[in-house]
């Protein structure tokens, strides 16, 4: 369901939901100006407007500055539509001029198209466009987005390129904004697959490339490495800067010519009212459709509320196989369904553990599909299996592949199978890739089709049953939104 309400006022076009309001201010390009999370500290985050800006090398010589600056903010009068979709995603698109702030412009116009759709996610789209061309272009920042004072931390997942190695699953980081005392506690040449900003328990917001990353990497040069992606923080307040070709200090310049698509996701946290917070739910784990009836009646007796029924990787014995849907004979299924009925009888939720990134080699949809699904971290790599002794729960697969179809199909028959109270996915967060099947360019990630897995299981669900995400250190704000409950990792 998308709640999304939208305002078209004289100087701006005001869009909100019942945890946040946005302004887009007509004479500054039509960008975001203003951002309050209503539940939050009901402040505008935001120091100045959202925008996209080129910088120029300009042809004469000037003492100090050899620069123009033109921004999409600094188009006083943009074309401006809004349009609803049938599913009820809003979408607010401004066109314009790049343009310096005393108003000079470049051949070089944006098309930015918002999209609002439900859950806090926006994904924004802009085309950088100049039919006649222009050269001297040192920079180009797809996002400068400043944020007031006090956010206390800020999350970074690398580029694969930057995350290779021992970890082929994309490092990453978390910043502690109030000790590091670096102005730029996090810079880098490449796109950043995710970067997010809190104030810790107030308000946050995420903002990450769409799956195709050779928008990002390529868009510009041939060669990924030549951006410019920085974390700034300093007594004013924290900054995010993507820009996907900075060579500015070296005045190497580009010419942009055509149509270039740049597409970002932020993700918007649905802060609830502190009365509503939900306190930690008391959950346990199951292992075995063998558990018995006097395990799950201590269990109850303990408090325990919530049940992950997880048998994913077991040494001696038949377990759940990953991309399974029935995982074990009659008699074994017949054990599964005491389980469950004995979970509902105390009152306890039970939800099957679902892996959203791991296919088993057993099944037949590993021997069918496990190349073309697969997730490669790297060109010379075969299938990365997640070992546990001797044995494993799976080959990581892509979603942005058939995976993510098998993966939803199964999800939908685990649930007509038997009657468990949701789901758990574990791992809702995306894969860098190489794989030439899946996507164009060095490297995509399953971002999209990451989302459009959580928003299925939201919906698959319903809102009465239990949508549950098992998660580590990661940042997922778009998880969070839709969850009802958030498990540490076992
Ligand atoms: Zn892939």
Redesign the pocket.
């Known amino acids: 369901m998308n709640s999304v309400r939208i305002e078209d006022r004289d100087d701006c076009v005001r869009v909100s939901t019942d945890y946040w309001e946005i302004e887009h201010l007509k004479r500054a390009g039509g960008a975001w100006n203003s951002l309050v999370f209503k539940n939050g500290s009901k402040q505008n985050i935001l120091r100045g407007p959202l925008t996209s800006s080129l910088r120029v090398l300009r042809s004469e010589t000037r003492p100090g500055d050899p620069y123009g600056y033109f921004s999409e903010s600094n188009e006083p009068a943009p074309r401006i539509n809004i349009e609803t979709a049938p599913n009820g995603t809003v979408s607010i698109i401004t066109e314009g001029t790049y343009r310096t702030v005393n108003g000079d412009a470049i051949p070089v116009g944006f098309r930015r198209r918002t999209d609002y759709a439900a859950h806090g996610l926006v994904w924004t789209t802009l085309n950088i466009m100049s039919d006649c061309g222009c050269g001297q272009i040192v920079e180009v920042r797809a996002l400068g987005l400043a944020l007031r004072a006090g956010m206390t931390d800020a999350f970074a997942r690398f580029h694969p390129t930057q995350a290779g190695g021992a970890d082929l699953l994309g490092g990453r980081t978390w910043i502690d904004l109030q000790r590091n005392t670096h102005t730029t506690p996090f810079l880098s040449r490449f796109t950043p697959l995710q970067v997010a900003c809190f104030e810790r328990g107030v308000e946050g917001l995420e903002v990450f490339p769409s799956s195709d990353l050779a928008q990002w990497d390529c868009g510009f040069k041939p060669d990924a490495g030549l951006g410019n992606f920085r974390i700034g923080h300093d007594a004013s307040g924290a900054s995010i800067e993507l820009d996907p070709y900075c060579l500015a200090s070296r005045r190497m310049p580009i010419r942009i010519q055509g149509t270039t698509t740049l597409r970002l996701g932020i993700a918007l946290n649905d802060v609830k009212p502190r009365v509503k917070t939900q306190k930690p739910i008391k959950h346990a784990f199951l292992h075995s459709p063998n558990a018995t009836d006097a395990e799950i009646e201590l269990l109850a007796a303990e408090g325990v509320e919530l049940i992950c029924y997880r048998d994913d990787c077991r040494e001696g014995g038949t377990f759940w196989h990953n991309g399974d849907v029935t995982p074990y004979n009659a008699i074994g299924m017949a054990g599964l369904r005491r389980v469950i009925d004995s979970c509902q009888r105390c009152n306890i939720k039970i939800v099957p553990y679902i892996s959203s990134h791991e296919l088993h080699p057993s099944t037949q949809a590993y021997d069918m599909h496990a190349r073309d699904w697969m ?2 971290a790297a060109r010379s790599l075969d299938v990365v299996h997640t070992w546990h002794g001797q044995e494993e729960s799976g080959g990581l697969m ?1 979603l ?2 058939g995976w993510l179809d098998y993966r939803k199909n199964t999800i939908s028959a685990i649930l007509n199978q038997l009657p468990w109270d949701g789901v758990c996915l574990d791992w809702p967060n995306p ?1 860098p ?3 030439p099947g ?2 164009a360019g060095p490297f ?1 990630s ?1 971002m999209d089709e990451l989302l459009d897995l959580l928003f299925y299981c939201r919906d698959r669900i319903g809102p009465e049953k239990s949508l549950v995400f098992m998660a580590s250190s990661e940042s997922s704000i778009i998880a969070a939104n839709l969850a009802d409950h958030i498990l540490p990792p076992e």
Do not use: E, V
């Open positions: 997730h490669s892509c942005r592949s894969l890739c190489c794989h899946h996507a995509h399953d």
